[in-house]
Nanobody, 124 residues
Framework: QLQLVESGGGLVQPGGSLRLRCAASGFTLRDWTIGWFRQAPGKEREGISCISRTGDITKYTGSAKGRFTISRDNAKSMVYLQMNNLKPEDTAIYYC?????????????????WGQGTQVTVSS
């Protein structure tokens, strides 16, 4: 059964860090571009960062640049999102998904097989 399962979310104070994990099963992770996305209440889902099949190409959207780092370990079927210097506006449900396209197209519409998401709350 094809699955992407996110974990690692939680409550963190502003300026803190979290490492999100996306565990893939039921398919060969190295064959797919993977992206991280988030959706805050009342807002549309937005792309955060995407990574190529081999991990040599990454893309970050404006809000993630300089603070977040995406990585993957195909041997472990895992993709990670290291988030540093978190801000209250980073509060959202974070999702991972896969795409057959290159990571430069980091839009939610080009991704599928969404996980259930993990909640990130940044608050003092």
């Amino acid at each position: 059964q094809l699955q992407l399962v996110e974990s690692g979310g939680g409550l963190v104070q502003p300026g803190g860090s979290l490492r999100l994990r996306c565990a893939a099963s039921g398919f060969t992770l190295r064959d797919w571009t993977i992206g991280w996305f988030r959706q805050a209440p009342g807002k549309e889902r937005e792309g955060i960062s995407c990574i190529s099949r081999t991990g040599d190409i990454t893309k970050y959207t404006g809000s993630a640049k300089g603070r977040f780092t995406i990585s993957r370990d195909n041997a472990k079927s895992m993709v990670y999102l290291q988030m540093n210097n978190l801000k209250p506006e980073d509060t959202a449900i974070y999702y991972c998904a896969r795409s057959a396209y290159n990571p430069y197209d980091c839009r939610p519409g080009t991704f599928g097989s969404w996980g259930q998401g993990t909640q990130v709350t940044v608050s003092s």
